[in-house]
């Protein structure tokens, strides 16, 4: 059997492949312990310096295998307790790592997988590709931390009309509400999806790690608390060697560099 997520590593940069193309990417249990597992292992990994998932064939991800959670043992609600177990295991590492994550968002990205490209910290999308929430219109709330995601990046109305409505998103209209990081032309999602991460691999990973973390926390806490979260990371940087490249090389008019998170 055909492995269901691959992955593929290539200077610094780890390629991670849902491989369900028949299905569209749906996820399944196993689909879903197989992508968690090998994002909290390339999480890990310090030679990862950037991440990018995508997905086989026409289709990013279609979401959560509404076939198989018909028909598990347990019965629906079961099925889908357990599998946001895993997923939501996923997204809390996707956001938590401290190196980048990229969507190549190659076709349809509906349901679990609209949440899934979410929670990325970049998403390019392929210019025929299309985003679609889709929980509400099966009857179902969003999961995946979709709806925290979705009303930081377009607003809170645009996200109550993107929850009722549940209307089709182009890759323009993404591009546009802020949805997409940059649309390129169909096939070429993946390709620059790792040249972005390979850009961002040669910069401070501690800095990146650093600020990802800000911007994830900066929603749920007070402007005071948070200042004296923005001087510790600022301290942190400074003291870590990539800081210590960055402001040297800052003075002697050349451009750091940063390898493997070590000067």
């Known amino acids: 059997m055909a492995e269901l997520v691959v992955v593929k590593k290539s200077d610094g940069i780890a390629t991670l492949m849902m491989n369900r193309p028949e299905a569209f990417n749906a996820l399944n249990l196993d689909t879903m312990e197989s992508l968690a597992a090998k994002i909290i292992t390339l999480a890990a990994e310090e030679k990862v310096r950037g991440i990018v998932i995508s997905g086989e064939g026409k289709a990013f991800c279609s979401g ?7 028909a598990f043992p347990g019965g629906t609600s079961a099925a889908l307790h357990e599998l946001t177990a895993r997923f939501h295991q996923a997204v809390v590492d996707i956001r938590r790592m401290p190196k980048p994550v990229i969507a190549a968002v190659n076709g349809v990205a509906a349901g679990g997988g609209f949440a899934l490209a979410l929670a990325c910290d970049f998403r390019v999308v392929a210019k025929s590709a299309v985003l679609r929430q889709a929980y509400t219109s099966n009857g179902l709330s969003i999961d995946g ?4 995601m979705l009303p930081r990046l377009v607003g809170f109305a645009r996200a109550m009309e993107i929850m009722a409505f549940d209307r089709a998103i182009s890759s323009e209209q993404a591009l546009a509400w802020g949805l997409a990081t940059k649309v ?4 070429k999602a993946v390709e620059e999806a790792t040249l972005m991460a390979l850009d961002l691999a040669e910069r401070s990973m501690n800095s990146f790690g650093w600020s990802k973390k800000l911007l994830t926390d900066s929603f749920d806490t007070s402007f005071e608390t948070h200042l004296e979260r923005e001087r ?3 301290v942190g940087c400074a003291a870590h060697p990539e800081g210590a ?5 800052f003075s002697e008019k050349r451009k750091p560099v940063f390898q493997d998170g070590k000067c």
């Open 245 to 249: 490249e960055g402001l040297k090389a």
């Open 184 to 187: 390129v032309e169909d096939g």
């Open 232 to 234: 510790k990371g600022l």
């Open 64 to 70: 959560g295998d509404l076939r198989w959670s018909l």
């Open 145 to 148: 931390g979709g709806s925290f």
